[in-house]
């Protein structure tokens, strides 16, 4: 870290200020540049103070040099930047924004089109349309919530209507616009795509930055406790471990240890207690962490450790037909073989294979099993799997 980074974003004014001084009146891009690398290892105050401080710089005379910022993306800064530049716009800027966001490099339409959802110019709608499955997270978010604040309609309904797409990653872009757009209406939707879909951990973790677990398990406890069962099993190889601290697993799973126990809660706190046992039992998961995601793990897992269930078969055994939006997690909890062959029959061809492979795992798999899930597979790509195993 540079002298004059330091001085930025120290506590003592005599330091700081000369040098935001300089930062915005010399446009000194470099150090903006080390600012914004330095991102991950600022903490969030800091970054706030550092922001509050360049604001204070910004006048009628300057806020132009901020244009020259634009080519280093941070979301730290955006609001600061954008709102200076919204507070002293004209038809110039617009103008020179609209160039920027069809010409310029990604980090700079991500700013444009931020600065759209304040200057609400007709012009940018095509552009914010373009960009907005734009493999740039952040640029393809701005144009989202940008759409929405300008009420265009039409491009949530096209997102709408990818849901229904064959494509595993083309419904998952769906769902990133719905998120960023903002509107609740599209919960319901997108909790049928995760029912259908191969990316359903994926899309479970999107979906609550649009809604939260809270609100799904009042709304409907079945489809919350889906939505809670899929970012279960995501946790440490899809979804950070930080978004158990995001999605406040801890009080959710407080919540359901204190509640009426149903065999579809108690599948999906047995499947938690697996999951948080390995994460803490395996450096690797938790290596790299910070010490509040490592302690929010170990206290997950402590919580979750209280589970102790007298009838824990019997509540699994409820879940072990096709029709449960559970029966996947409960195969891997069950050790009774009659129940995992009556799904063989099933006419979901992954739950067979699924089943087959529980079987195998057992070693209770016999040669009358293939046949019989052989007899219910049309799937060639699943057949051979099964003559495989």
């Given at each position: ?9 120290g ?11 300089s ?26 103070n550092?922001?509050t401080?360049?604001a204070k ?7 132009l040099?901020l244009l020259?910022?634009?080519k ?30 069809e010409?310029?490099?990604?980090e700079e ?6 600065f759209?959802s304040?200057?609400?110019d007709?012009l ?15 640029l ?19 997102a709408?209507?990818?849901l ?7 419904k998952?872009?769906a769902?990133?616009f719905?998120?960023s ?5 599209a919960?319901?939707n ?8 191969n990316?359903?951990?994926?899309i479970?973790?999107?979906?609550l930055y ?8 009042n709304t409907?406890?079945?489809d919350?406790?889906f ?11 899809i979804?950070?471990?930080a978004q ?5 697993l801890?009080?959710i799973?407080?919540?359901?240890l204190n509640?009426?126990m149903?065999?579809?809660t108690?599948v ?12 803490t ?7 790299d ?23 824990k ?6 879940q072990l037909?096709e029709?449960?939006?559970?029966v996947?997690t409960a195969?891997?909890?069950?050790s009774?073989i009659?129940?995992?062959k009556n799904?063989?029959?099933s ?10 492979e ?13 046949n019989?899930a052989?007899?219910n597979?049309s799937?060639?790509?699943?057949k ?6």
């Amino acid at each position: 870290m540079s002298d004059k980074l330091k001085k930025l974003t120290g506590k003592n004014p005599k330091d700081f200020e000369p040098v935001a001084y300089s930062l915005i009146n010399n446009c000194d891009i470099e150090l903006f540049s080390e600012l914004v690398s330095k991102e991950d290892f600022l903490f969030d105050f800091v970054k706030q103070n550092v922001a509050t401080r360049l604001a204070k710089v910004c006048n009628e005379k300057n806020y132009l040099n901020l244009l020259k910022f634009l080519k280093f993306y941070s979301p730290s800064y955006e609001e600061f930047i954008v709102s200076t530049l919204v507070k002293y716009a004209d038809e110039d800027l617009t103008d020179r924004m609209l160039e920027l966001f069809e010409n310029g490099t990604d980090e700079e339409k991500t700013y444009c089109a931020k600065f759209f959802s304040y200057i609400q110019d007709p012009l940018a709608i095509d552009l914010l349309k373009s960009n907005a499955y734009s493999e740039n997270s952040a640029l393809s978010s701005n144009c989202a919530s940008t759409l929405a604040a300008m009420g265009d309609v039409e491009t949530y309904n096209k997102a709408l209507n990818k849901l229904n797409s064959n494509d595993d990653f083309e419904k998952l872009d769906a769902v990133k616009f719905l998120v960023s757009y903002g509107n609740k209406k599209a919960v319901p939707n997108i909790i049928e795509t995760i029912k259908t879909s191969n990316l359903s951990e994926n899309i479970a973790g999107e979906l609550l930055y649009l809604t939260d677990l809270f609100e799904l398990l009042n709304t409907n406890k079945r489809d919350g406790l889906f939505v809670l069962n899929n970012i279960i099993n995501g946790l440490g190889e899809i979804l950070g471990l930080a978004q158990s601290l995001d999605f406040q697993l801890y009080d959710i799973f407080d919540m359901l240890l204190n509640n009426t126990m149903t065999s579809e809660t108690a599948v999906v706190l047995l499947n938690a207690k697996d999951k948080f046992e390995t994460l803490t039992e395996n450096d690797e998961y938790l290596f790299d962490e910070t010490k509040d995601v490592k302690q929010e793990i170990y206290d997950i897992k402590n919580l979750l450790e209280s589970l102790n269930l007298k009838e824990k078969d019997s509540l699994i055994n409820e879940q072990l037909t096709e029709n449960s939006l559970f029966v996947f997690t409960a195969i891997e909890l069950t050790s009774n073989i009659d129940m995992i062959k009556n799904l063989l029959n099933s006419k979901n061809q992954t739950l067979v294979l699924k089943a087959l492979e529980k079987l195998k795992e057992l070693n209770k798999l016999t040669i009358e099993d293939k046949n019989t899930a052989l007899s219910n597979i049309s799937d060639e790509n699943i057949k051979n799997i099964i003559q495989a195993i």
